[in-house]
T-cell receptor, first 114, second 113 residues
Framework: DAGVTQSPTHLIKTRGQQVTLRCSPKSGHDTVSWYQQALGQGPQFIFQ???????QRGNFPDRFSGHQFPNYSSELNVNALLLGDSALYLCASSRGWDRVYGYTFGSGTRLTVV | GDSVTQMEGPVTLSEEAFLTINCTYTATGYPSLFWYVQYPGEGLQLLLK???ADDKGSNKGFEATYRKETTSFHLEKGSVQVSDSAVYFCALSEGDSNYQLIWGAGTKLIIKP
């Protein structure tokens, strides 16, 4: 049973560029949450998608946007990249009624902005 | 706002030593509390959780008790192994309509043979 798959695993972007990160949830899961983990810190909640809509959003600017597809996979888009966006981006999937109790995390995408 | 504070690492212990990683929280209501573990190159894994005061979560020899009076959720293990080396995160979630986890900064644990 495949877990959460994130792609790519690593990427390097230049300031001002745009990036798209992808997440395929665990089989049977319909909800995807995105977190940003800066080096040496705990994850910070970006947003959660359920039934193809953003259900809740953390304290992140509008440069961060997302999408969920009918197959429950999700994308995280970041526009106008800043050096401070360099971080590990984590995707967690769950079943809608489990809220945070049934999270399964992917291994993350390491984004470096230069 | 809600927050989680963990003891700073790294924590370095010898194999078979007793482990305590402190975690305290600030919350306006009655949060659920979690410990996650992150092994190198792997995703975060739920280690244990507690959803109400005085609950004890346990898994793989690790335990933590939800102490509302001291707003704490300290992680303990009686005898650590080299394979327990990882980063440990304490987290909370509050409210039936809250879908996010609020995390501590993590504590790196190093176990020496």
């Amino acid at each position: 049973d495949a877990g959460v798959t994130q792609s790519p695993t690593h990427l390097i972007k230049t300031r001002g560029q745009q990036v798209t990160l992808r997440c395929s949830p665990k089989s049977g899961h319909d909800t995807v949450s995105w977190y940003q983990q800066a080096l040496g810190q705990g994850p910070q909640f970006i947003f959660q998608y359920y039934e193809e809509e953003e259900r809740q959003r953390g304290n992140f600017p509008d440069r961060f946007s997302g999408h969920q597809f009918p197959n429950y996979s999700s994308e995280l888009n970041v526009n106008a990249l800043l050096l401070g966006d360099s971080a590990l981006y984590l995707c967690a999937s769950s079943r809608g009624w489990d809220r945070v109790y049934g999270y399964t995390f992917g291994s993350g995408t390491r984004l470096t902005v230069v | 706002g809600d927050s989680v504070t963990q003891m700073e690492g790294p924590v370095t212990l010898s194999e078979e030593a007793f482990l305590t990683i402190n975690c305290t929280y600030t919350a306006t209501g009655y949060p659920s509390l979690f410990w996650y573990v992150q092994y190198p190159g792997e995703g975060l894994q739920l280690l244990l959780k507690a959803t109400k005061a005085d609950d004890k979560g346990s898994n793989k020899g690790f335990e933590a008790t939800y102490r509302k009076e001291t707003t704490s959720f300290h992680l303990e293990k009686g005898s650590v192994q080299v394979s327990d080396s990882a980063v440990y995160f304490c987290a909370l979630s509050e409210g039936d309509s809250n879908y996010q986890l609020i995390w501590g900064a993590g504590t790196k644990l190093i176990i020496k043979p």
